[in-house]
């Protein structure tokens, strides 16, 4: 298989001399219809061929020129296994291992045929597609081959991004520093924090326009950082492989062409440990991978990226050595691939629930397309897998006037969007102008990364939930502040301009009774004694959630086997709740041990009626 990072070499500067030459090689394959470069044959093969073609590639193939267009194949992986996998270790391998072993078993022959005649190519894996570089009668050829599904345009798309403005560190203006940001406050994220929870083992992905990596507030968050040296390898990867305006093709290292990727990576994470506590969940780590060049985004830039989240590689590395282990939990995507620019409807879904199956929360923004209702119209914006935020006016329960409204008609589904708000103007964050600098911008973008901060407060707070989307969001959502609107719908949670509603973290939280994780202390290493485990079951949002009590447990730390697994590695503070992200009828049977022993209680079955 070809590289990942870029298009292969082509082994002819030119892959035909003429029209006559085309048609004879199509000819000599026997498998193809007509190669007739005015695109007027008639045959059968070229009229089913047309139907599976992309009108943007039709369009930008015309008149003898090159374009760049998905081949997506129609043997897709079947990914349904990994939903019965509870842990992110054994769903990322899983989800990344079916796909990559489609990919290797299936595009063979079509890798071939690209070789043999020097077309540029680039492979993926998290879609079962190839990238390639080519005429409307490569287009048409490969269109006509039954194991090709589609072919799809790869448009450059260039992200209206909001416009920040400068807020220097001791303004009087109101770009001071407010110590913790009115959103944050808002979003009741400070009283998690009071709790002992602020997104410690959680790690958040952004996918944006690259990240000033030493900024004050970032450095000490970025996983690859710790604390003397950087290491960027499985930390950091650039899928902009030409031009790069202010960072280049290809940067060795984290880095923001623009401003946005840092902003929202701070309002996630970002705290420089003084005056300016921007982000949500401090104490979570960040990776990143930049997708758009200053703005400028393209569908393999996007999926490339997923890719590497699904399972990160080395710098300079490639997809073959990925390692799901090192997968994000959640990623910010504040970025668009519009529609009407030649992104087709379905490009970017199978990514997007490739994440989604291997249990990274894809938190995306909703868009910023203005108050006409079924206006959220821009991948992955509408897909069910994405987990979609609106934008409120920062300190009250109004919508913003740019944040883009349902339902959603362009794939014809009639999907309630947005999923949920958050605060999104005026919003404080990081810059990429110096190590110290910050701005303020709004826009679905800024509400975004308060979500996926948010996600990770719940999910340091309660690990049971950890990688479960269905349950984590259903906890995000049930206990949101439900604003009602009569407007593009129904008026009843969710509807097509708040969604569920405003985040309240403090409430998500505390309606799964975490317990708080106590301070770490030496102490020898124990002898293990007996340990007695009890348990009951109840119904907490309609999730199956059981309630384990337990005396006898010396170590630091128990683990909690749930059917003979190990769910979670948890403080020995006598009880634990576990979301078991099940509805319905269901039985499970737990046993707890000292942490990394088989010295365990005794076996305690919980059932759950329908």
């Known amino acids: 298989m070809t590289s990942n990072r870029a298009f292969t070499s082509p082994r002819l500067r030119r892959l035909f001399c003429s029209l006559f030459i085309v048609a004879a090689a199509v000819a000599a394959l026997g498998a193809f219809g007509s190669s007739d470069p005015s695109g007027q044959g008639s045959s059968p ?24 267009f998905f081949v997506v194949l129609a043997d897709q992986a079947d990914l349904g296994g990994a939903a019965a996998l509870p842990t992110k270790n054994e769903k990322g391998r899983y989800v990344r291992d079916v796909l990559w072993n489609k990919s290797q078993t299936t595009q063979g022959p079509l890798l071939q045929w690209l070789g043999e005649r020097g077309i540029e190519h680039q492979s993926f894996y998290i879609v079962n597609a190839i990238l390639v570089k080519g005429s409307r009668e490569i287009a048409e050829m490969l269109a006509t081959r039954s194991d090709v599904a589609r ?86 990867h650039d899928s902009v492989h030409s031009g790069g305006i202010v960072c280049g093709p290809d940067s060795p290292q984290p880095c923001d062409d623009d401003n946005h990727g840092s902003a929202t990576t701070g309002i996630a994470i970002g705290d420089d440990g003084g005056a300016n506590q921007i982000g949500m969940a401090p104490g979570a780590k960040w990776i990143a991978c930049r997708n758009m060049d200053k703005g400028a985004g393209t569908p393999a830039r996007y999926i490339e990226c997923m890719e590497f989240f699904l399972a990160p590689y080395p710098v300079g ?26 992104c087709s409807v379905n490009t970017l879904q199978g990514a997007v629930e490739a994440q989604a199956a291997a249990g990274i929360m894809m938190v995306v923004a909703a868009g910023n397309s203005g108050s006409r209702c079924a206006n959220l119209t821009d991948p992955p914006s509408f897909y069910a897998a994405s987990y979609t ?40 964050s990081a810059s990429n102008s110096s190590d110290n600098a910050y701005t303020i911008a709004s826009g679905t973008s800024m509400a975004t ?35 009602a609107s009569t407007q593009c719908g129904s008026a009843g949670s969710p509807n097509n301009i708040f969604g569920w509603g405003r985040v309240d ?106």
């Open 449 to 483: 990364p308060h979500i996926a901060g948010a996600m990770a407060l719940l999910w340091s707070a309660i690990p049971g939930f950890q990688n479960q989307i269905d349950p984590s969001r259903s906890a995000l959502n049930n206990a949101a502040v439900h604003i």
């Open 151 to 236: 072919v799809e345009g790869n448009p450059h798309i260039q992200n209206s991004l909001p416009q920040p403005v400068p807020a220097t560190e001791g303004s009087s203006q109101p770009g001071a520093p407010a110590t913790i940001e009115p959103g944050i406050v808002y979003t009741h994220a400070p009283n998690v924090w009071a709790l002992g929870f602020n997104g410690q083992n959680i790690v958040v992905g952004s996918a944006d326009t690259g990240v000033r990596w030493t900024h004050n507030a970032l450095k000490p968050h970025y996983r690859g950082w710790n604390g003397v040296t950087a290491d960027h390898n499985y930390n950091w």
């Open 45 to 68: 093969e070229r009229t089913t061929a047309a139907t599976k073609i992309a009108p943007w590639v039709m369009e930008h193939t015309a008149n003898g020129q090159q374009a760049e």
């Open 317 to 342: 590395g490639n997809p073959s050595q990925g390692d799901p282990t090192k997968a994000p939990d959640i990623t910010i995507n504040s970025w668009a691939c519009p529609t009407p620019e030649g």
């Open 505 to 610: 973290i403090l409430a998500a939280v505390t309606g799964g009774t975490p317990t708080p994780t106590p301070t770490p202390t030496a102490t020898p290493t124990p002898t293990p004694g007996p340990i007695t485990l009890s348990a009951s079951g109840k119904k907490v949002g309609g999730i199956n959630t059981s309630r384990l009590t337990w005396s006898g447990a010396i170590s630091n730390n128990v683990d909690v086997n749930r059917n003979g697994i190990v769910i979670a590695t948890a403080p020995n503070t006598g009880t634990y709740t576990d979301f078991t992200g099940t509805t319905g009828q269901a039985s499970f049977t737990y046993k707890v041990c000292e942490a990394g022993t088989q010295t365990c209680s005794n076996q305690v079955t919980v059932r759950f009626r329908p």
């Open 389 to 428: 935020v609106g934008a409120l006016n920062t300190g009250t329960d109004s919508v913003a006037f740019f944040s883009s409204r349902g339902p959603v008609t362009v794939d014809g589904s009639g999907r309630i969007k947005p999923d949920i708000s958050a605060p999104g103007t005026n919003t404080r």
